[in-house]
Antibody, heavy 122, light 110 residues
């Protein structure tokens, strides 16, 4: 059974940093692209970033470019999101989501975790 | 890229069919066959219902179907059931390595 479990969310002050993690199980992690998607309270979904299976292709939404860094450790079957220079508008539930196997671009997301809440507030 | 346009709400009675639209541009929905639809119950993770416009993952009831015409994609739910009440989001590959979502549609089963 595919499972994605996010962790690392919490309360952080504007300008601060946070690192999210996503532990994957139930599938061959290294061959799948992975993504972060966020959902602000009461709002819709927003794609944040994607990374291909071997980390060869990495992409970001304009809203987080130069502030967030996505990475993965295939040996640990884990996905990460380093978030720096956080703003109030980054407040959201952050979901880890699996993309298609072998994909280099963010095309669709076939399994999602339950998410972790990030709150940016003074 | 701007978000895709969805109606904020839709409704139908049990057993009826309902169609939710998702309008983009010729740079996203109209240019790529990578439209997908996600169902999200309150407090839960989204679940893919349709991908690549018309494909249904295993385990998704065949009451759910997808289509596309020009810059508008559609999700049709036939034989509405109470458990179909949820928020539905469309998404599309938008070129330049971007994935965009619609604003979401709240489906109510009357």
């Amino acid at each position: 059974e595919v499972q994605l479990v996010e962790s690392g969310g919490g309360l952080v002050k504007p300008g601060g940093s946070l690192r999210l993690s996503c532990a994957a199980s139930g599938f061959t992690f290294s061959i799948y692209s992975m993504n972060w998607v966020r959902q602000a309270p009461g709002k819709g979904l927003e794609w944040v970033s994607s990374i291909s299976g071997r980390s060869s292709f990495i992409y970001y939404a304009d809203s987080v470019k130069d502030r967030f860094t996505i990475s993965r450790d295939n040996d640990k079957k884990s996905l990460y999101l380093q978030m720096n220079s956080l703003r109030a508008e980054d407040t959201a539930v952050y979901f880890c989501a699996r993309g298609p196997s072998g994909a280099s671009r963010p095309l669709f997301l076939d399994f999602w975790g339950l998410g972790t809440l990030v709150t940016v507030s003074s | 890229q701007s978000a895709l346009t969805q109606p904020p709400s839709a409704s139908g009675s049990p057993g009826q069919s309902v169609t939710i639209s998702c309008t983009g541009t010729n740079s996203d929905v109209g240019d790529y066959n990578y439209v997908s639809w996600y169902q999200q119950h309150p407090g839960k993770a989204p679940q893919v219902m349709i991908y690549e416009v018309t494909k249904r993952p295993s385990g998704v009831p065949d009451r759910f179907s997808g289509s596309k015409s020009g810059n508008t994609a559609s999700l049709t739910v036939s034989g509405l059931q109470a458990e179909d009440e949820a928020d539905y989001y469309c998404s599309s590959y938008a070129g330049s390595n971007n994935l965009i979502f619609g604003g979401g549609t709240k489906l109510t089963v009357l």
